[in-house]
């Protein structure tokens, strides 16, 4: 008998990640409880589009709003479709998973691959109040749904997609692979799913594509060798993205028509370019890492207006080691707000108000979004036609056979680590090839600020170690980017309007090599000879240039729980054969001085390392 209940109530639940708190972080905390929120409602889900209030809501969440929620087991190896979907008989599809499901469930996915072979009928339609859940903690290394089905959208008519977004659902722990040359991973259409840490890699047009007037939330994700975009946002979506990782595709984010995202806390880097911005689009970017990317950081064109920061509310970005131009407005006609940011002097052209005196009116704000009405259907959103600018485009990658095994990787660990109880599969996992993409820390340049103010912000926890290295079978696979050995670029395949897809320019495909930068293992086809591992996982911290960390000498349970008292997210390090807790990582070493003081004010043993 299986010691997790069918039905749980939410109010335990919540008080167990308050409970836990000692051992799970921030993040973790948010992940688990968006799950949960979609499970048991929509009275939380409407507060938590504000990202900082959702740790004191699961604290202050009472009883009064306890509802219960039903788990559905799928095993792709070992289940049946005419079983009952319980821990010990599994059904073996998604798609039976997501045709019987009730809403308040939980679908449950056991490790394995999710596809046509294993009788998998695409693109999967995800379901109001139903969460797909695989392994959050790896980003869902060894959960792999893949595969492409015909989706006749509202917007832009016939299109290829593995998964189409709904409201109310979520999405987390899967590895989304569409293998179509112009297909698409999930298609989020004026709907607003909760999409949470997964990989979205190898599909052959775009990761994640949200169109009409769609307002989801997509954090911590990791999008990695799409073949054009590895977000595009268009129509008047208002998404957030929060805590992604936009790698190696040709444009890491592009933003198009009246879509007016906000892009919080990203590394969007080795991308041909970082952050396309076309249209009329009017994007909030604040606290983004944006570097190592071929050309340029950010691009904007045509009536394109992004807010990178005012004086009242600063953009705290980072634009760094970017091959030509750090920002590109050369041939946008607006004023671009750039004021508070990391930026070298030398590397942007355009318009841009690094003062701060752009009228605030003018800028839109960050409230939460309700969804509008969806586009008639057979309606065609117009094809942008930018004005001709000194940057090519990327192409789209044709990807591998539908009969071939995708090869897999490494990712940088997920922050998130709700867990509930994953059925083990009988026969060996899929085998991956890893990657262990680097990041890179901003302190290694230099540049001139632009009126950047000092940090407000608290302490920014460093994320949860990876999982343990027996849970996935890997090949290892290192290749140097600086190498003498040239790495091809994968032929461009022309696109036709007539077929429906979203207008993309043609180019070389990125190859991500960025003058000294370091190295950065590619994975190959399983077929390739191999040599040496790959490097440690990257840290987030370095990315965002946390150069000091507050820890404390808390060997007994008693002062541990003083160190928790005064900062409850605090965790165990491990610092040169020390066992140490972590209260906190900074940017600004006034502030981690200031916890210091706090906690040698309690008689803590803390120090500061960087």
């Not at 190898?202 to 997509?218: C, F, R, T």
């Amino acid at each position: 008998m299986s010691w997790f209940p069918a039905q749980i109530d939410r109010s335990i639940c919540l008080q167990t990640i308050v409970s836990k708190g000692d051992n799970w972080s921030q993040t973790a905390k948010l992940g688990t409880f968006i799950t949960l929120s979609l499970l048991c409602g929509s009275a939380l889900m409407e507060q938590s589009a504000v990202v900082a209030q959702v740790p004191l809501q699961v604290a202050q969440t009472s009883s009064s709003q306890a509802s219960n929620y039903s788990l559905l087991f799928v095993n792709s190896t070992i289940g049946t479709d005419s079983n009952n979907g319980s821990e010990q008989a599994p059904l073996k599809t998604i798609t039976q998973a997501l045709r019987v499901v009730q809403p308040n469930t939980i679908i449950v996915l056991a490790p394995g691959t999710y596809s046509a072979e294993t009788g998998e009928t695409f693109p999967l339609q995800l379901k109001p109040k139903t969460t797909i859940k695989g392994e959050p903690r790896d980003r869902g290394q060894a959960v792999i749904i893949k595969g492409s089905g015909v989706f006749l959208s509202r917007s832009f008519a016939r299109q290829n997609v593995t998964i189409v977004g709904a409201n109310q659902a979520g999405l987390t722990g899967v590895t989304v692979t569409n293998p179509h040359n112009q297909g698409y991973g999930l298609w989020v259409e004026s709907t607003s799913p909760v999409v949470s840490d997964n990989t979205f890699t190898a599909n052959g047009h775009d990761g994640v594509s949200v169109v009409g007037s769609s307002a989801p939330i997509l954090r911590n994700n990791y999008f990695y060798q799409n073949g054009a975009n590895g977000i595009t946002i268009y129509g008047t979506s208002r998404p957030e993205l929060a805590e992604n990782i936009f790698e190696k595709t040709g444009f890491g984010i592009n933003i198009a028509q009246n879509a007016a995202p906000r892009i919080v806390g990203n590394r969007i880097t080795q991308n041909k370019d970082g952050i396309v911005i076309q249209g009329r689009a009017q994007p909030i970017l604040r606290n983004n890492v944006v570097d190592g990317n071929d050309r340029d950081g950010m691009v904007a064109i045509a009536g394109a207006r992004p807010n990178l920061g005012t004086s009242a509310d600063p953009g705290n970005n980072t634009f760094l080691n970017n091959g030509q131009l750090d920002i590109n407005s050369k041939a946008s006609s607006e004023t671009i707000p750039t004021f508070g940011n990391q930026i070298a002097s030398a590397k942007t052209n355009g318009k841009l108000d690094f003062l701060g005196t752009a009228t605030v009116a003018d800028i839109p704000t960050a409230s939460p979004i309700s969804v509008a009405s969806s586009i008639g259907i057979g309606q065609q959103l117009p094809r942008t036609q930018p004005p001709i600018i000194s940057i090519s485009v990327p192409p789209t990658v044709k990807s591998a056979p539908e009969g071939q095994r995708t090869p897999l990787f490494s990712r940088p660990a997920a922050t998130s680590a709700a867990r509930l109880p994953v059925p083990k599969a009988i026969v060996t996992r899929p085998a991956p090839i890893r990657v262990a993409p680097p990041m890179l820390s901003p302190a290694t340049v230099q540049p001139a600020l632009f009126n950047r103010p000092a940090s407000t912000t608290g302490a920014i926890e460093i994320p949860v170690p990876p999982p343990e290295s027996g849970s996935v079978a890997s090949v290892p696979v290192a290749s140097s980017r600086n190498s003498s050995t040239p790495i091809p670029s994968a032929p461009a395949i022309a696109l036709s309007n007539s077929q429906g897809v979203l207008p993309v320019p043609k180019g070389d495909a990125p190859i991500g090599n960025v003058g000294n930068m370091p190295t950065v293992p590619v994975w190959r086809s399983a077929t390739r000879n191999s040599e040496g591992s790959p490097p440690a996982l990257p840290s987030r911290a370095i990315a965002l240039g946390l150069r000091y960390r507050v820890v404390v000498e808390a060997v007994s349970a008693g002062e541990q729980a003083q160190v928790r008292a005064i900062v409850p997210d605090a965790f165990t390090v491990s610092l040169r054969g020390r066992t140490l807790m972590q209260a906190g990582a900074f940017g600004d070493q006034a502030k981690a001085n200031e916890l210091l003081q706090t906690l040698s004010s309690q008689g803590l043993k803390a120090s500061i390392e960087q």
